[in-house]
T-cell receptor, first 111, second 113 residues
Framework: GEDVEQSLFLSVREGDSSVINCTYTDSSSTYLYWYKQEPGAGLQLLTY?????DMKQDQRLTVLLNKKDKHLSLRIADTQTGDSAIYFCAESPDNTDKLIFGTGTRLQVFP | DAGVTQSPTHLIKTRGQQVTLRCSPI?????VSWYQQVLGQGPQFIFQYYEKEERGRGNFPDRFSARQFPNYSSELNVNALLLGDSALYLC????????????FGPGTRLTVL
């Protein structure tokens, strides 16, 4: 079945690293994505990783993929107050545009 | 370049009415997908269109329909509105439907009273 799970809430101090975790179920997913949603706004694509990769780094963002355990994580280095938002991981089964989203992790950054 | 645009921004309807939401993709993008995001949840896939053809449909009732026009813009129609249809409706566009990056619009907030 299709199911993507995330923890609901994460609170970190400004300047620390944040790690948001996600588990997915469909091993056919070719790409796995991280989106950011600020209050009242649409979704912003942060980064994505191809399923044959273990890691991808993009400035402050590091994505780790454990395909065996179907586990995906997003690490944000030097977290800033502007990073406060809801973060969604998503998979795209069968190399299509149909995205299966998790419930989202609300990241709160305090000074 | 303009991103994905959606109209209207907000909409209030009553139960039983019908609504049409509109989406214009990024220039050059031919695939449009629609998602429903109920408050506190992740977006749920409704439809995908590519080259005016429906390529995918999520688990939504027949009250939901969509179409894509020759200029690749799209409309989502919902008939016989229910209170549970209250949500943020998101449109996403991509170059083609085979797993490319999808870019989302700001959404239309639909409230059904």
């Amino acid at each position: 079945g299709e199911d993507v799970e995330q923890s609901l809430f994460l609170s970190v101090r400004e300047g620390d690293s944040s790690v948001i975790n996600c588990t997915y179920t469909d091993s056919s997913s070719t790409y796995l994505y991280w989106y950011k949603q600020e209050p009242g706004a649409g979704l912003q694509l942060l980064t994505y990783i191809f399923s044959n990769m273990d890691m991808k780094q993009d400035q402050r963002l590091t994505v780790l993929l454990n395909k065996k355990d179907k586990h995906l994580s997003l690490r944000i280095a030097d977290t800033q107050t502007g990073d406060s938002a809801i973060y969604f991981c998503a998979e795209s089964p069968d190399n299509t545009d149909k995205l299966i989203f998790g419930t989202g992790t609300r990241l709160q950054v305090f000074p | 370049d303009a991103g994905v645009t959606q109209s209207p921004t907000h909409l209030i309807k009553t139960r039983g009415q019908q609504v049409t939401l509109r989406c214009s993709p990024i220039s050059g993008h031919k695939s449009v997908s629609w998602y429903q995001q109920v408050l506190g949840q992740g977006p749920q896939f409704i439809f995908q269109y590519y080259e005016k053809e429906e390529r995918g449909r999520g688990n939504f009732p027949d009250r939901f329909s969509a179409r894509q026009f020759p200029n690749y813009s799209s409309e989502l129609n919902v008939n016989a509105l229910l209170l549970g249809d209250s949500a943020l409706y998101l449109c996403a566009s991509s170059l083609d439907p085979w797993g490319n990056e999808q870019f989302f619009g700001p959404g239309t907030r639909l409230t059904v009273l």
